[in-house]
């Protein structure tokens, strides 16, 4: 999927919205997200610009998305909900209010 910029920041803000919300980083966290990194050819500094977006931000660019890219950033955030073998509720639990706030069905994302 070749996502623009600003896509690829709002993608990855959300991500590691999900990924903190219960305290830890995971291994398989860490591993799937250097992955998404160099599938996305995101560079450092746009992690760290991607970091200075709102979750509000995020989510309204997400909203903006054909839908192919949207199912495939919803696609990358569950992959990272379960990426650890288990499924945290925090973590599915924010998975679940980006999902709703930007307007994505969950019928595909169920554990």
Same mark, same amino acid.
């Given at each position: 999927?070749?996502?623009? =910029?600003?896509? /690829? *920041? @709002? &993608?990855?803000? !959300?991500?590691?919205?999900?990924?903190?919300?219960?305290?830890?980083?995971? #291994?398989?966290?860490?591993?799937?997200?250097?992955?998404?990194?160099?599938?996305?050819?995101?560079?450092?500094?746009?992690?760290?610009?991607?970091?200075? =977006?709102?979750? /509000? *931000? @995020? &989510?309204?660019? !997400?909203?903006?998305?054909?839908?192919?890219?949207?199912?495939?950033?919803? #696609?990358?955030?569950?992959?990272?909900?379960?990426?650890?073998?288990?499924?945290?509720?925090?973590?599915?639990?924010?998975?679940?209010?980006?999902?709703?706030?930007?307007?994505?069905?969950?019928?595909?994302?169920?554990?």
């Amino acid at each position: 999927m070749n996502f623009s =910029l600003i896509e /690829k *920041q @709002a &993608i990855w803000k !959300l991500l590691i919205d999900i990924i903190g919300s219960d305290g830890r980083i995971s #291994t398989g966290e860490a591993d799937y997200g250097a992955r998404l990194v160099a599938m996305l050819g995101f560079s450092e500094s746009d992690m760290d610009k991607a970091l200075e =977006l709102t979750v /509000k *931000q @995020a &989510i309204s660019i !997400l909203k903006e998305m054909t839908p192919e890219k949207k199912q495939s950033a919803q #696609t990358m955030m569950f992959e990272m909900v379960k990426v650890d073998g288990a499924v945290d509720e925090d973590e599915m639990k924010i998975f679940s209010a980006i999902c709703a706030a930007a307007e994505l069905p969950l019928h595909d994302f169920k554990v």
